[in-house]
């Protein structure tokens, strides 16, 4: 598998060896937006084909707007056959390290998020959880955030993942990697990431998959998220020309994805050939 | 001069030979906030008290939320002497190097900070400027003043100051450079700094006052942007105990002032002692 080429790949091992599909969702699968967002053309289809053929697949999104439960619905909407456990997603991660080492969280999470976090203890909070907060992102609750950080002895602040930026209907948005960086700089401290691009996120979503990486392919838009981190576990990466792509994303100075295709039906297409 | 003991320093030759003064205002001078802020006790008579001593004197700031006419005449109403051409700020600083690279700003600044501009050529904007815009920090303008960098084939953005934080009478605020920080990262950029800690700041400042680095000393809050940036360009800086000062400041790992003094007042019966 080298570069797609007019309509193909040329051939490689680890290609026919895959067992696995990681699929990232946003600009993937569709592109959000404040209507909720439209199904990229072929995603619907290529879903469906990689379950008929057998391979293993798990969504495995840094998605922080909405519970699971939420943004699973949305997709069942448009049509994507999706459920709720085929989810790995940064919050509920997050809840089991909150648990792990008694850390009692002050939210700066977009509301449709709060859910998640029901069953944590919030009073008197001892750090700080960052999600794609959206609107939340005001400039008094930045502050807030920033002043309960400040006040302890030693700040800790976990992120929901670290992405620059994302691509909505109505243009490109700052994601929570911009304002996780903006805290850390004011508080002098480094974030703890949840989410992609994580080592054990990662891993998370091929133990729950069943499959070890070197048989995994990760497919996702994001050079450094979600190409780079899958690669950094072993995987091998593909970078899709939807969603946040960007033609300079190919003369990335870091990240080289294993190949690119045009988007996830393409990809489909071709893994399902080298089968 | 060593650190402050009880109610004095020991002598040193540079305290000896200082023949200009740089003062930061914010947390020196006063104590900004919502309703105007609060001079900070014996800080009036101290400017008072430098006027009358011969030594030449000048204001050193990073204030980013209004023209200098403005500040000004605050300060002025609290009863400080002080006038607009003594006072060395970013926004002047940054329309001289907009003109002189032909730069058409973005402007991401306080709305009272717009009419310093009023005479830079904003159309189809080749940069963005970002200053302490405080409630025009919403999540809209932020991503907005990002599309701008974004989409410009090499990024050009300008900071008016770095600061990480400061203090209003309603608490701990972020400062610009926690904003200059999410849209460096999210566009993979560095942004140019104009105001404290950059050298050529303090350059102009002391340039305009006519007192090579050696005889000056700078006095402020910040031990970054004001005492770390002071020293390299070759000035002694004192850090007052008042406005952003916080005990740990006492332990940072890279900056030392050459003196801690309790507040303005104190420093300038320390040094007006030593002439």
Same mark, same amino acid.
């Given at each position: 598998? /080298?570069? #797609?080429?007019?309509?193909?790949?040329?051939?490689?091992?680890?290609?026919?060896?895959?067992?696995?599909? +990681?699929?990232?969702?946003?600009? @993937?699968?569709?592109?959000? !937006?404040?209507? /909720?967002? @439209?199904?990229?053309?072929?995603?619907?289809? &290529?879903?469906?084909?990689?379950?008929?053929?057998?391979?293993?697949?798990?969504?495995? *999104?840094?998605? *922080?707007? &909405?519970? =699971?439960?939420?943004?699973?619905?949305?997709?069942?909407?448009?049509?994507?056959?999706?459920?709720?456990?085929?989810? *790995?997603?940064?919050?509920?991660? #997050?809840?089991? $390290? +909150? %648990?792990?080492?008694? +850390?009692?969280?002050?939210?700066?999470?977009?509301?449709? +998020?709060?859910?998640?976090?029901?069953?944590?203890?919030?009073?008197?909070?001892?750090?700080?959880? $960052?999600?794609?907060?959206?609107?939340?992102?005001?400039?008094?609750?930045?502050?807030? #955030?920033?002043?309960?950080?400040?006040?302890?002895?030693?700040?800790?602040?976990?992120?929901? /993942?670290? !992405? =620059?930026?994302?691509?909505?209907?109505?243009?490109? %948005?700052?994601?929570? /990697?911009?304002?996780?960086?903006?805290?850390?700089?004011?508080?002098?401290?480094?974030?703890?990431?949840?989410?992609?691009?994580?080592?054990?996120?990662?891993?998370? &979503?091929?133990?729950?998959?069943?499959?070890?990486?070197?048989?995994? $392919?990760?497919? !996702?838009?994001?050079?450094?998220?979600?190409?780079?981190?899958?690669?950094?576990? !072993?995987?091998? #990466?593909?970078?899709?020309?939807?969603?946040?792509?960007?033609?300079?994303?190919?003369?990335?100075?870091?990240?080289?994805?294993? &190949?690119?295709?045009?988007?996830?039906?393409?990809?489909?297409? $071709?893994?399902?050939?080298?089968?």
């Amino acid at each position: 598998l /080298g570069s #797609a080429g007019r309509g193909g790949w040329e051939m490689a091992a680890w290609a026919r060896a895959v067992r696995g599909l +990681l699929l990232d969702i946003s600009g @993937v699968l569709y592109d959000s !937006g404040g209507d /909720g967002g @439209v199904p990229i053309a072929g995603s619907v289809e &290529a879903v469906r084909r990689i379950k008929a053929s057998g391979l293993k697949l798990r969504f495995c *999104t840094n998605e *922080t707007q &909405a519970t =699971r439960e939420k943004f699973v619905k949305k997709l069942q909407g448009m049509g994507f056959d999706i459920s709720v456990d085929e989810v *790995t997603a940064p919050a509920p991660a #997050a809840c089991r $390290i +909150l %648990k792990e080492r008694s +850390l009692r969280p002050h939210l700066l999470v977009h509301n449709d +998020l709060v859910p998640e976090f029901a069953e944590i203890d919030k009073a008197n909070p001892n750090c700080v959880v $960052i999600g794609d907060a959206a609107e939340n992102f005001t400039y008094a609750n930045l502050n807030e #955030a920033f002043r309960v950080l400040i006040g302890m002895e030693k700040p800790v602040l976990i992120s929901l /993942g670290r !992405g =620059r930026y994302y691509k909505e209907t109505d243009g490109l %948005k700052l994601d929570v /990697g911009a304002y996780m960086k903006a805290l850390e700089y004011a508080c002098d401290v480094q974030a703890e990431v949840v989410g992609k691009p994580a080592k054990m996120f990662f891993e998370s &979503a091929l133990a729950e998959m069943g499959v070890p990486p070197e048989q995994a $392919i990760m497919i !996702g838009d994001d050079i450094v998220n979600d190409v780079g981190g899958a690669q950094r576990c !072993g995987m091998r #990466a593909l970078q899709v020309r939807t969603g946040k792509y960007r033609p300079c994303d190919e003369n990335h100075p870091h990240v080289k994805p294993d &190949a690119y295709v045009n988007n996830l039906a393409e990809a489909v297409d $071709i893994i399902l050939q080298q089968l």
